[in-house]
């Protein structure tokens, strides 16, 4: 069974620029996640899609940023305009119906410049 | 979600067991403790979870507190692929969780 896969590995963009990850959950899994670590931070939680409807966004950091997960399979997560402060590493998680266990991606290291 | 205390850093030999300690005095009665790490730059992995009673599983031990207020993750024999970021987590538990990370505890194995 293929884990969760995250694209691109490595970004680097220029600041104003826009940038899409893309987040491939485990097949199955309705719940998919979105975290971020910026430099030196805590890992921290963005936003929660069960299937194709947001059940949780509170940590998003403002409106640059847009997720989506259209059909309920693969997710996106767009940074338009993207500033130096959006530098970090952003991963995905997934975990199917009444599981515990999120299942993370390897992550997508943003660059900002 | 309750907040987790634990040490920033802990060292252990290759072959012994690392007995990782977590303070969550103001967890709630439906939260779990979770523990996931992170090694190096991967993505986290999920290591175990409990409620109340002990659990194992074929990667560690979690022990928590008859009053829930602490818990100590166990890895049996620890080995070198063992040294990570080690987090304790609390978090609502089931899919409708969303996991809050700590600074966690950096775990060393030494030859």
């Known amino acids: 069974e293929a884990g969760v896969t995250q694209f691109p590995s490595h970004s680097v963009i220029e600041k104003g620029q826009t940038v899409t990850l893309r987040c491939d959950p485990i097949?199955?899994?309705?719940?998919l996640y979105w975290y971020r670590r910026v430099m030196g931070k805590e890992i921290k939680f963005l936003l929660h899609?069960?299937?194709?409807?947001?059940?949780?966004e509170s940590g998003m950091p403002n409106n640059r940023f847009l997720a989506e997960r259209t059909g309920g399979t693969y997710s996106t997560l767009k940074v338009q305009p993207a500033e130096l402060e959006d530098s970090g590493v952003y991963f995905c998680?997934?975990?199917?119906?009444?599981?515990?266990?999120?299942?993370f991606g390897p992550g997508t290291r943003l660059t900002v410049t | 979600d309750a907040k987790t205390t634990q040490p920033p850093s802990m060292d252990c030999a290759e072959g012994r067991a690392a007995n990782l300690p977590c303070n969550h005095s103001t967890i709630s009665g439906n939260e779990y403790v979770y523990w996931y790490r992170q090694i190096h730059s991967q993505g986290p992995q999920y290591i175990i979870h409990g409620l109340k009673n002990n659990e194992t599983n074929e990667m560690a031990s979690l022990i928590i507190t008859e009053d829930r207020k602490s818990s100590t993750l166990i890895l049996p024999h620890a080995t070198l692929r063992d040294t990570a970021v080690y987090y304790c987590?609390?978090?609502?538990?089931?899919?409708?969780?969303?996991?809050?990370f700590g600074q966690g505890t950096i775990l060393t194995v030494h030859p």
């Open positions: 998680a997934s975990t199917s119906a009444g599981a515990y266990e999120q299942y």
């Open positions: 987590i609390v978090s609502i538990g089931t899919s409708y969780g969303k996991l809050t």
């Open positions: 899609f069960v299937k194709e409807s947001k059940q949780d």
């Open positions: 097949s199955g899994h309705d719940n």
